[in-house]
């Protein structure tokens, strides 16, 4: 089994940036797809941010680019969501997901592991 924990969600003001913490703990063996979703109440789940653990390659929502970084320190077992210039728009619960194999990176399908979220508020 493979365990995710996110941590570093709070208050912000627009503007304002945030760190998000993804630990990998149990068996996490063979999980080098990562990725960060998020969602915002009454919206669906939406792709952020993904990366290869093994290569570093990643990908972003054109909603996020050049405003997040998504990295990981394989040491660690830790994935990070570098959130800067955060808008309104940004609010909602972060989620760290992970899978085994390549799907529609995209899509929350794609992945079998998730974290409980940590929430993020941005205040204009």
């Known amino acids: 089994q493979v365990q995710l924990a996110e941590s570093g969600g709070g208050l912000v003001q627009a503007g304002g940036s945030l760190r998000l913490s993804c630990v990998l703990s149990?068996?996490?063996?063979?999980?080098?797809?990562m990725a960060w979703f998020r969602q915002a109440p009454g919206k669906e789940r939406e792709f952020a941010a993904a990366i290869l653990w093994s290569g570093g390659s990643t990908w972003y929502a054109d909603s996020v680019k050049g405003r997040f970084t998504i990295s990981r320190d394989i040491v660690k077992n830790t994935v990070y969501l570098q959130m800067n210039s955060l808008e309104p728009g940004d609010a909602g619960g972060y989620y760290c997901?992970?899978?085994?194999?390549?799907?529609?990176?995209?899509?929350?399908?794609?992945?079998?592991?998730w974290g409980q979220g940590t929430q993020v508020t941005v205040s204009s």
């Open positions: 149990g068996s996490p063996f063979g999980m080098d797809n």
């Open positions: 997901a992970a899978d085994s194999s390549r799907a529609v990176y995209q899509t929350p399908s794609g992945y079998a592991y």
